[in-house]
């Protein structure tokens, strides 16, 4: 099992970003999927989910409305385009495999970074 992020990046606050995670190894069709970020000294914080088939969808509160996970089970790539971005956002992101309401794989993440 392999998931590989990439799209981070540094941008100025409004801006936007859009994250993948490439995944092979395993029938990416099968598993729902997340995505986590981290900030140094504090653990992951979840930030959206998204069902096997693409639907549903569901965020964290202080990314609803900006944030848009997606999926493309063709390609076993998964997405997340961030708009309107907040200094808050600035994290390591990384995207996860959900099996059984655990997350048991996780990407080696990519830094988003909002500044001025």
């Keep these: 099992v392999q998931l ?3 799209g981070g990046g540094m941008v100025q606050p409004g801006g936007s ?3 993948s995670c490439t995944v092979s190894g395993f029938t990416f069709s099968d598993y729902q999927m997340n995505w986590f970020r981290q900030v140094p ?5 979840w ?3 998204i069902n096997n088939d693409g639907s549903p969808t569901y965020y964290a509160d202080d990314v609803k409305g900006r944030f848009t996970i997606s999926r493309d089970n063709i390609k076993n790539i998964l997405y997340l385009q961030m708009n309107s971005l907040k200094i808050e956002d600035t994290a390591l992101y990384y995207c996860t495999r ?3 309401h655990v997350s048991d794989y996780w ?3 990519t830094q ?3 500044s001025p």
């Design 41 to 45: 000294g504090k653990g992951p914080e």
């Design 98 to 100: 959900e099996n059984d």
């Design 107 to 109: 990407g080696q993440g």
């Design 112 to 114: 988003v970074t909002v």
């Design 47 to 49: 930030v959206s989910n």
């Design 4 to 6: 590989v992020e990439s």
């Design 17 to 19: 970003l859009k994250l």
